[in-house]
């Protein structure tokens, strides 16, 4: 079983839990009192947890469905990369995209940190990328419009 090392920089910081034996992501909750987020705003919720994930791996954060379905927050940008070299505090950056305030308080799950190996990739520098049936196609290209 692989390692991530955790130091709680609070005494309120929630070690992350998950909600099942095979959950692919563990919950973070949210360390700070009290939060308010307008419609169409965003605000920075802290986790009271610094994490190093395992050697060769990276934390994607991610939204919870629940809360983004029943509440409309998600993570601003989407897809929060951590890398691995990353010591400082996970801060999960939530949106409204809801027509109400929503609030958030301490020990509240606010978003999902999943583990994912990534590689180390060489760039080659070529003049021409091979010819393929799909070809430079994109934005639903490939299916019905």
């Known amino acids: ?22 959950a692919a992501g563990y919950d973070l909750y949210c360390d700070d009192e ?6 169409g705003a965003c605000a920075k919720i802290h986790t009271g947890l610094a994490i190093t994930p395992p050697e ?26 951590c890398d691995e070299d990353y010591t400082g505090e996970y801060i999960v950056a939530l949106y409204n995209d ?23 990739i060489t760039f080659v520098r070529v003049d021409k990328l091979n010819e393929t049936q799909r070809g430079a196609g994109g934005f639903g290209s490939t299916g019905n419009k």
């Open 56 to 81: 060769g791996y990276f934390g994607a954060v991610a939204a919870r469905s629940g809360l983004a379905t029943k509440q409309g927050l998600r993570p601003a940008n989407c897809i929060g990369v």
């Open 98 to 120: 809801s027509s109400e305030i929503q609030t958030v308080a301490r020990g509240e799950r606010i978003a999902q940190l999943i583990f994912l190996p990534y590689e180390d």
């Open 1 to 22: 079983m692989k390692e991530a090392k955790i130091q709680k920089l609070t005494t309120t910081a929630v070690i992350p839990t998950r909600g099942s034996i095979k």
């Open 34 to 39: 009290w939060v308010e987020i307008r419609p």
